[in-house]
């Protein structure tokens, strides 16, 4: 499978505790981006990297986030001291190109926060 | 402000019934529209996009400016298509971010 990949498919951590999730884009792509999905709603951008650099940042990404793609291939999203509002699915997405191209998604980590 | 509007949460037709799924949007500029789908256990993917104009498994989306819409339809709705679809726009330029919609859950019923 060439696919974006995203790993674990699934969290569950503890009110306080720190989460580290990996996306593994398709690997020609130099485009990655992070949304997020809460139950009932569509997902919302995070923030986006053209290859190692993190070009945007959305308000929703509170200062316990934090995301990186070191070498512009895979990334990594933090979440420290987590609270149960951060409870979603987290999607990767890679995309190839100047802009206006296709993102492609990963299948997703769902994280819940007891 | 961006934003997406999916009026409708779900949708349910009969087989072989046309369907429609609204979508509203609204932006400052001349934005890019897609239409995104996913199927039950499947990964969310791309269905079509205006740009494109194509017409993928018998849907097709018209991107209307005066009505700042851009509704999917089908002629012939199939228990395949039951799905979770999803409205979204780009900017033209720069990061390229997906804004969604919340998403219209259609049933097609046999």
């Known amino acids: 499978d060439t696919g974006v990949s995203q790993d674990p498919r699934h969290k569950i951590t503890k009110r306080g505790q720190n989460v580290t999730f990996r996306c593994d884009p398709i690997s020609e792509h130099n485009r990655l981006y992070w949304y997020r999905q809460t139950l009932g709603q569509g997902p919302e951008f995070l923030t986006y990297?053209?290859?190692?650099?993190?070009l945007e940042k959305s308000r929703l990404l509170s200062d316990r986030f934090s995301a990186e793609r070191p070498k512009g291939s895979f990334s990594t999203l933090e979440i420290q001291r987590t609270e149960q509002g951060d409870s979603a699915m987290y999607l990767c997405?890679?995309?190839w190109g100047q802009g206006g191209e296709t993102q492609y998604f990963g299948p997703g980590t769902r994280l819940l926060v007891l | 402000a961006q934003r997406v509007t999916q009026p409708e949460k779900l949708l349910s037709v009969f087989k072989g019934a046309p369907v429609e799924l609204k979508c509203n949007y609204s932006y400052s500029g001349s934005p890019e529209l897609f239409w995104y789908v996913q199927y039950s256990r499947q990964r969310l993917q791309l269905l079509l996009r205006?740009?494109s104009r194509e017409s993928i498994k018998g849907f097709t989306a018209d991107l209307n400016k005066g009505e700042t819409s851009f509704h999917l339809k089908k002629p012939f709705a199939q228990e395949e298509d039951s799905a979770m679809y999803y409205c979204a726009l780009s900017g033209v330029g720069g990061a390229q971010k997906l804004v969604f919609g919340q998403g219209t859950r259609l049933t097609i019923n046999p």
């Open positions: 205006h740009i």
């Open positions: 997405a890679s995309s």
């Open positions: 990297f053209q290859n190692e650099a993190q």
